[in-house]
């Protein structure tokens, strides 16, 4: 007899030693798309789009779209970067079609990590992909955690003016699920710690107030950069090209190319929520913008 197919097996979960750090991350899920055109360089010639997607020797009608929160334990406090797609799609009728259910908690179990354990939960943005797994069926997740959230975000959903029509019903579900956290929250703008060795970073553009994270340790550094650049190829390779879940197009555009310089220049270790798994590389200049390097062992040594 033939041995059977076995299926897909592939990893979910990347630890490592950063300094004095210990840092995880965690595939919540990942969607298959398609695109990148015209969800990227809508506004391009879909040739041009497609043309670089083959340079690249990737599918140019079909992607692969993960979701990777980061976990940093400082050996102080344990915090999660983002929650994932949580219940989104069980709890809400209008994401069942497009959205997708998170594996998060069951994957930080296999790591190790109870929910309870958690201390902080820092939220990147408002999108659902990085609220969905703030609460399921009205609780919260993370029972212990507080929360930080930036001051700039929480206020321009809460606010709810300019939300575009794209994201009202986003806007709602900050509403439901994020809002009702602010009494156990702090609210945080660029620059601010929000532990020792990691503070928060200007990124705003692909939501009005995202923040990244610059993560030091022991001389170590790497920027969790959440959605900066939401394809490996596409965002980092044409950082100019519009890109339509980016709320604010332009400065999405301006943030990328100050981000994306900064972490060539500086040599920083990139966790990025959407590339691909384990979501983590570094940034080279290239002739005509930036390329994506996928760590090998550097994080291992
Ligand atoms: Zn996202």
Redesign the pocket.
């Known amino acids: 007899m033939p041995a059977a197919m076995q299926g897909e097996l592939q990893p979910t979960i990347y630890r490592f030693r950063f300094g004095d750090f210990e840092i995880a991350n965690i595939l919540d899920s990942k969607v298959v798309r398609d695109g990148p055109y015209p969800a990227f360089g809508g506004e391009r010639p879909a040739e041009e789009v497609e043309a670089l997607c083959r340079a690249n020797r990737i599918d140019p009608k079909r992607m692969e779209h993960p ?1 990777i929160p980061t976990m940093v334990n400082t050996g102080r406090e344990l915090i999660l970067f983002d929650t994932g797609n949580g219940a989104l799609r069980r709890e809400h009728e209008q994401l069942r079609n497009r959205s997708v259910d998170g594996h998060l908690v069951a994957r930080l179990g296999q790591a190790g990590y109870r929910p309870e354990d958690v201390d902080i939960v820092v939220i990147t943005h408002g ?1 659902p ?2 609220i969905g797994g703030l609460t399921e069926g009205g609780k919260p997740v993370f029972p212990k955690a507080r929360y930080v959230f930036g001051a700039a975000e929480f206020d321009f959903w809460k606010r709810g003016e300019s939300v575009r029509d794209a994201r009202k019903f986003n806007r709602e579900l900050f509403m439901q699920i994020a809002v009702p956290l602010a009494d156990r929250a702090s609210f945080v703008k660029p620059g601010d710690e929000i532990a020792p060795g990691i503070r928060a970073v200007d990124a705003a553009g692909h939501s009005p107030g995202l923040l990244a994270y610059h993560v030091e340790s022991q001389n170590k550094r790497l920027l969790i950069w ?2 900066t650049c ?1 394809h490996y190829v596409v965002a980092i390779q044409r950082p100019d090209w519009h890109i339509d879940v980016d709320d604010i197009k332009d400065k999405a555009a301006e943030t990328r190319k100050r981000i994306l310089d900064m972490t060539a220049t500086d040599g920083l270790f990139v966790a990025g ?2 590339m691909p798994f384990p979501g983590l590389g570094m940034v080279e200049k290239s002739a005509a913008g930036f390329r994506w390097v996928p760590v090998a062992y550097q994080l291992n040594l």
């Open positions: 979701f999108h992909d990085h959440a959605d939401i929520f959407h």
